[in-house]
């Protein structure tokens, strides 16, 4: 599957904003999708994911409460939602895919095959 993340942006702190990742190829259901970030001089970082047909959501600690995963197959699109964003939630974010239903409750990135392009959100003090 291909992946095509949008909706990045420059926010003020407490603002939201919600990115989007779009796959085309293979019946995107059959995945399991999710979301990474890296920030300037960090490593990549687990944020949100969710496994084929809803079954089980996961969050990282830092993210749980403010942020939200949603997925609509039908349009091949997998939503994050984040709310009362903060400076420290400045980074490239990616989505992610895989065939794997253990995938989608992993925050190993290493575990994840298919990778999109990235969006950048910016959060301002």
């Known amino acids: 599957v291909q992946l095509q993340a949008s909706g990045g942006g420059l926010v003020q702190a407490g603002e939201s904003l919600r990115v989007s990742c779009t796959g085309s190829g293979r019946t995107f259901s059959l995945y399991s999708v999710g979301w990474f970030r890296q920030s300037p001089g960090k490593e990549r970082e687990f944020v949100a994911a969710k496994t084929q047909h809803n079954r089980r959501t996961t969050y990282a600690d830092s993210v749980k409460g403010r942020f939200s995963i949603s997925r609509d197959d039908d349009k091949n699109t997998v939503y994050l939602q984040m709310n009362n964003l903060k400076p420290e939630d400045t980074a490239v974010y990616f989505c992610?895919?895989?065939?794997?239903?253990?995938?989608?409750?992993?925050?190993?990135?290493?575990?994840?095959?298919?990778w999109g392009q990235g969006t950048l959100v910016t959060v301002s003090s």
């Open positions: 992610v895919g895989d065939e794997r239903y253990s995938t989608g409750t992993t925050y190993r990135s290493e575990e994840w095959t298919y």
